[in-house]
């Protein structure tokens, strides 16, 4: 196998424009325009409606390349197209190759007959999305959900929906080669498809069942050919196995005696096994794939119960709660995608430990290294197929579309240790049940068709070992009751879109929560960076237009005026709605944690954003984290202590997300807004693995008989194993705003070890979510946004390796700013 790389310089310019661009593939219309200054910075202000009109136009891409005579006296010349996005018309020395209009599939063309010895020239013609688009919804309407931000009729091509605008996202619908493009050059036969199985069996030992399929051309001498496969562990021992390849499909096994299981993060370590498969005509390799695997047994169980019908994911034979996110794509700019970037945001969800991410369908399916980086910190992938909030018509186009990608997606990540569900669609379901729009009984049917059929049965062809569901949210399809609180998983809206109070998450015991979520703005480090300083205002035009979703910012405001006193400037309001926010999230998650084996997951709705926004994420577009993913990662603690607080009535749960039990010491306190305590009190608990335990019911309602006492009170918690704090927390008994707060005089010192910054913080008065930051410098925290009573000091680390850029302890001193809820308002 020969590969010659068509990536890299190019050039392009809107068509039958004079002047060329430069271009770099893969990238897109967009990158390279910003690239060349054609266009400016989309995200700034309201450049985006500006930006959005380039793509009513058309796009050539061009470059010459090199064969030689070698290359083109091979038997099979192919032109591969990793991605190209979408309406493309491929050209090659002047002779129209191929069109194509899906940009989720990966195309190969056999290109040799074009090809010429020595220079030959590459044109990809890319049609404007947004007017085929249109012009399809003219001549056939589709309905989407979200009608108000985005582009009409996206349903009718297959290209990630966010792009042509979503209730977070800008309508940037980009064009271009997006992933990588090469023509390959091969001999005789290849290796045409490599499927890996694992059987676990009793005793321990796990078979490793590796079924290939080759594609022979010319004459067929099929006993030539052999096949070898090579396994080695993660501690560098390798096993092999070879046999004939005397047929297209082929099987060979390995079996491994002593395994190492790859787990979730927070369960185990993640080890992983390279497998090397190499097709050989004599001594020489005609082709090899190479894939990593862990091995595990991963599936969901969905099985009737007390309560309904469970929903959870099985691990290596151990039910575990979920703790995760959903997951959007990183960049409207296609060619911001990178591994390194989303390495970050990856270790930010372990940081803040995660064991589960759901790739929501309104994208596309992640490159391999995001599967690649699942693998090695352990987070179950929840992925997607690619259709959300939106009806589709199963034309014979349509439906040979949607085969091709989801098999070509399939195939290419179904290898990975971290994937543990396929799901059909996202909330389309649920929307023919309980949303309202024109719904006509032949799209109805074309639903089943594809939902219901087509997609289940393609999928389990191709991968017949990972658990499929059929929508999310579904209780297992049919219509029946798609998001029904005792069967299968939910979206949970009522608190965002709904409107109702927080307590309200209190009233459900979902069986796994795979979206429910709060908005916040970003932090005025963020904001500033794509406004100038006349919209710093959250109703000047340019806030308003990085707002998508109707009514958002009101209901921060309302919000914020159920929780906190009235912000007393632009960055306290920014501030206090990321507090809500954080507030909003772990009233629900704590909630569903105590009820652990009832409720076995949550996803929350949502970790990142593609673009500098208002927004449901707990990660802003820079990186930065906001109040909400510190408090995730204390909410997702594998142990957890938590507090049930009804007036004066507190209850303390201990939930164990860990695989060994918990023996400890529970200490709580009573205290006075003054911080001086009135009760207090210790007891020993112990917590099997993988469960929740009702610790300890304390009343009140003696000490504390009115909402003036509660208002004045505060009760804290404690679980320790010997000197160490397993897990901690401060509750109020009244919302923050009807707390008396008095000045906390917040101090500070910073000191320098070997690999990290030690911050002591230390607060006269009782401080409520105390956030530090710097003026210039970003860093990741050991804790943020937490509370700490009068009297008490907190010890923070900066890891040396967590500051984006490298800083001294007195540049650290310098820039450190503080501050807690009583700075947010007037008195
Ligand atoms: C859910 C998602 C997204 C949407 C989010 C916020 O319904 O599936 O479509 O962005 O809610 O409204």
Redesign the pocket.
């Known amino acids: 196998m020969v590969k010659l790389e068509l990536n890299g310089a190019w050039q392009m310019r809107a068509l039958n424009e004079k002047e060329w661009w430069k271009a770099e593939v893969p990238g897109s219309v967009m990158s390279d325009l910003l690239r060349e200054g054609i266009i400016a910075d989309p995200y700034y202000r309201d450049e985006q409606y500006e930006v959005f009109d380039r793509f009513r136009a058309d796009y050539e891409y061009e470059r010459s390349f090199h064969i030689d005579p070698e290359l083109l006296a091979m038997e099979r010349l192919e032109l591969v197209c990793e991605g190209l996005d979408t309406i493309a018309e491929i050209d090659v020395n002047g002779s129209l190759l191929a069109c194509t209009k899906n940009m989720h599939r990966t195309y190969r063309f056999d290109v040799r007959p074009l090809l010429n010895a020595g220079d030959n020239r590459i044109r990809i013609v890319f049609r404007s999305p947004v007017e085929y688009v249109e012009r399809k919804q003219q001549e056939s309407y589709l309905w989407a959900?979200?009608d108000n931000y985005v582009v009409q009729g996206y349903p009718h091509l297959r290209k990630a929906h966010h792009m042509f605008g979503?209730?977070?996202g800008p309508k940037l619908p980009d064009s271009g080669i997006w992933r990588d493009i090469y023509i390959e050059g091969a001999q005789h036969a290849r290796l045409k498809d490599v499927y890996v199985e694992q059987q676990h069996d009793t005793s321990g030992q796990v078979t490793v069942t590796i079924n290939t399929e080759v594609e022979q051309w010319g004459e067929k001498e099929g006993n030539q050919l052999v096949l070898q496969a090579a396994l080695t562990t993660p501690n560098g021992e390798t096993q092999q196995v070879s046999a004939a390849a005397v047929s297209d499909t082929g099987c060979l096994q390995l079996v491994v005696q002593k395994p190492q299981l790859w787990w979730p993060n927070g369960l185990g370590e993640q080890p992983l096994y390279k497998l090397e498969v190499r097709l050989m005509s004599g001594q020489s390799l005609i082709d090899v794939k190479e894939l990593r695997i862990g091995l595990r047994t991963l599936t969901v169980r969905n099985e009737p119960d007390e309560w309904g019908e469970s929903f959870e994911f099985v691990v290596n034979g151990r039910s575990i709660f979920a703790m995760g996110s959903?997951y959007?794509p990183e960049d409207n700019i296609r060619s911001k995608h990178n591994r390194e970037r989303t390495e970050r945001l990856v270790q930010d969800c372990v940081a803040a430990n995660f064991n589960c991410i759901r790739v929501?369908?309104?994208g596309f399916y992640p490159d391999d290294y995001f599967f690649d980086l699942c693998d090695e910190y352990g987070l179950i992938v929840w992925q997607d197929h690619l259709f959300?909030?939106s009806e589709y018509e199963m034309t014979a186009e349509f439906t040979e579309e949607i085969k091709a990608e989801v098999i070509d997606n399939v195939k290419r990540i179904r290898h990975h240790a971290s994937l543990g569900i396929w799901c059909g669609n996202?909330?389309m379901e649920w929307a023919w049940v309980d949303w309202k729009f024109p719904k006509r009984a032949k799209l109805r049917t074309d639903y089943i068709k594809q939902f219901e059929i087509l997609l289940p049965q393609i999928t389990k062809e191709a991968d017949p070992n990972t658990f499929y569901w059929l929508a999310?949210p579904s209780s297992g399809g049919g219509f029946d009751e798609p998001n029904a609180p005792h069967r299968g998983d939910v979206?949970y809206?009522e608190v965002?879109?709904g409107g109702k109070p927080f307590t309200e998450y209190r009233q459900h015991y979902f069986r796994f929560c795979s979206?429910f979520?709060f908005q916040s703005f970003p932090s005025l480090k963020s904001v500033e960076a794509f406004t100038a300083a006349g919209d710093r205002n959250i109703f000047t035009p340019v806030m308003e237009s990085h707002q998508k979703?109707e009514g958002g910012n009101s209901k921060i405001l309302q919000g914020v005026s159920q929780h906190f006193l009235y912000p007393k400037d632009f960055d306290s309001l920014l501030y206090v709605s990321q507090l809500l926010q954080a507030e909003a999230m772990r009233y629900g998650v704590e909630h569903w944690r105590r009820n652990r084996g009832r409720c076995m997951g949550s996803v929350y709705?949502?970790l990142n954003d593609c673009w500098p926004v208002a927004s449901?994420s707990s990660i802003d577009y820079y990186g930065r984290w906001k109040a909400l993913h510190y408090s995730v990662k204390r909410f997702y603690a594998p142990v957890l202590l938590s507090a049930e607080e009804e007036g004066a009535a507190v209850k303390l749960v201990v939930t164990n997300d860990t695989l060994q039990p918990v023996n400890a010491v529970l200490k709580w306190e009573l205290s006075d807004i003054r911080s001086v305590v009135i009760q207090s009190g210790e007891t020993e608990v112990q917590v099997a693995a993988l469960s929740a335990q009702p610790a300890l019911e304390l009343d009140f309602r003696a000490a504390l008989p009115n909402e003036a006492a509660l208002r004045q009170h505060y009760v804290t918690y404690k679980l320790t194993a010997g000197s160490e704090v397993i897990s901690d927390g401060l509750t109020l008994l009244a919302r923050p705003k009807h707390i008396p707060l008095e000045d906390p005089q917040l101090q500070v010192t910073v000191a320098e070890e070997e690999e990290r910054y030690v911050v002591d913080v230390k607060a006269e008065e009782l401080a409520l979510f105390i956030e530090l930051s710097f003026t210039e410098l970003d860093a990741s925290l050991s804790d943020n946004f937490f509370h700490l009573p009068g009297g008490d000091t907190k010890r923070i680390y900066i890891a040396k390796s967590g500051l984006r850029e490298a800083a001294g302890v007195q540049e650290l001193r310098g820039q450190l700013k503080l501050r807690s809820l009583y700075d947010t308002y007037v008195r």
């Open positions: 959900a979200n979503w209730d977070w959903n959007i929501w369908g309104g959300a909030c996202n909330e999310s979206h809206w965002w879109h979206e979520g979703n709705w949502q449901w």
